[in-house]
């Protein structure tokens, strides 16, 4: 019997375990939709913006640890994906996305909505494919779901023009991937263990720095074993939080490292002997100016990837493969890792410099709004961020407890990721609160997508820290361009000098049919995030905070990691 | 320094945009590519040539071994191996010039190719010194015209 090639592509799919789609439709994809219809085992998410479904997926992915798969028509449909993927990429997140592509007959002719959609994300995706044939069609979204969800993650583009969702052929499953230029695995070397090992025997100030590569590779468990059998102290990327739980009263827990890191993870790692990275990927957000990071500390390297070894800083002791396998092995064997000395002086660093901030009882500051959100949440809810202060202050005052509970847009600083991210979270995840985080620039960014949590009933909430500014670009417009703040106000301004909110998120909420309320003064805190967090439906919280509040420690572009500004005694 | 890299790839369509684009995106330079079936249709090899220091060119690597369809990448600066290159070069001459010319090609093991009254045409080809030092050579004569291949290469034994 033979069948189309959309039936072909859902049935693919639902092998693969695919159980939601974010999806758009579009003139050459209405046979796919038309597939998905009558589907009863993959439900079918209609968004209100591709972009929004490209960060949906992705959003599901990162809380469920699945691959995410969004569904877009050819040329704009296509195009508005690319933010998404390219995030996606940026932070190795496990995606599929499909496109629609105008008829093969037609490929190359400036057709109407055609793009060169695999050309244009050819930098940006794991590997991408254009669909010629209905034939390849099984066998190239099999090799899709392999390539995005093994080695180091990412997210995969399969192009399929509508000729090939309409023709026919006979289903053939197949069984096994092989690809023989594609070997993800990698056999943790025993040699190199050693190696580690000697290292860590010898060492006085070690600091363990984990990232991303822990929670993708599952290994937040095993790293958390790791760090207290040996009492080595452990700081965290932004992706990393989560993998070890956060406790500043744990004298091995350094918080987060860089730019806005700590004080003292930062002055642990400058003074460190050695340091033990763990799938993270010495961004210069976090190694600060790179030829002063760490200046007299041996590094060993642990990643799947092994172009992410030796890329920013020369490593020591490189182990390419799983962060599991590697952690497991360095488990397996006894010795000695000798810390009391540096932990005191760590101690001593954490007590003359904590993470704090200047509490107010005027005006709502927004460390404070996220302290009590984690109180209220026993530090267990999924918190899905946008990109700027606010994103900072989640980092810096959640007390993240597992892995997979902090959904943020690390590597491409994408503004409108965490509205969208935080609703396929929701639907990964109905188990658990899901808050999205924004500022009332980011929360804009993808503001339609209240719509899609309206009409599906998703029930995911969001907090607007409401500073009537663009507020990272205004910290560094204080800080570094003589105050001139050039595009950053979002406030209206009245002839009379009076300042009005706007859009009223409030009201903004409501016209979705959203339950919605704000509060403007730190005493009635506690209550607006109660009442939010009772709400079954999506509901939203504008919180005003203080308008030129800034996000400190910080440490200069370009400046090294023991210069910072701001937090410190 | 100057690193030749030979890179099996998977005979796809698109694979030398994904590596050429590769190059662009990370700001590699490639001083010459050459690209060709092998003896197996199913596969091509690209003979690479790379400036960079030791640090660039392993990230060269590693990031062309991370395309889904690089098969295989070996780095021929570190072993032993043979190299061509083949130019075709254009020299306007006169009677009394062709003699000239012909000798310095036979001098390269060269072949005159095309001849006209005005014109004649070598083919030489070898080692990229050697194609070098005839195009030196004939630089003086007056080249018209000339095309010249990337760098095929094979590891010896």
Known sequence: MTISGGKILVECLKREGVEVIFGYPGGVVIPLFDVLYEEKDIKLIHVRHEQGAAHAADGYARASGKVGVCLATSGPGATNLITGIATAYMDSIPMVAITGQVATSMIGSDAFQEVDITGITRPITKHNFLVKDVNDLARIVREAFYIASTGRPGPVLIDVPKDVLTSKTEFVWPEKVELRSYKPFFKVNQGQIKKAIELLEKAERPVIYYGGGVIAGNAGGLLTEFARKHSIPVTSTLLGLGAYPVDHTDPLYLGMLGMHGTVYANYAIYHSDLILAIGARFDDRVTGKIDEFAP?????????DPSSISKNVVVDVPIVGDVKDALQELLKHSFTVRTDAWLKQIAEWKKSNPLTYQQSSQVIKPQFV??????????KAIISTEVGQHQMWVAQYYQFQSPRTLLSSGGLGTMGFGFPAGIGAQIARPDKTTIVVAGDGS????????A???????????IILNNTYLGMVRQWQELFYDKRYSAVKLAKISSDGKEYYYPDFVKLAEAYGWWASRVVTPQDVEQALKDLLAQKGPALLDVIIEQEENVFPMVPAGANLTQMIGGLA | MQYTLSVLVENHFGVLARIAGLFSARGFNIVSLSVAETEDPSISVMTIVVDGDNRIVDQVKKQLNKLIEVIKVRDLTEEEYVERELALIKVGVNATKRREIIEIADVFKGKVVDISHTTI????????EKVDAIIDLLKSHGILEMARTGKIALIRG
């Open chain 1, 296 to 304: 007299n500390a041996k590094i060993i390297h642990i990643d799947i």
């Open chain 1, 370 to 379: 996220i302290e009590s959100l984690s109180r209220l949440t026993k530090h």
């Open chain 1, 443 to 450: 929360f804009q960014m993808n503001v339609q997508e209240m």
């Open chain 1, 452 to 462: 899609t949590a309206q009409f599906y009933d998703i029930p995911v909430k969001v």
């Open chain 2, 121 to 128: 045409t070598i083919e030489v080809t070898g080692s990229e």
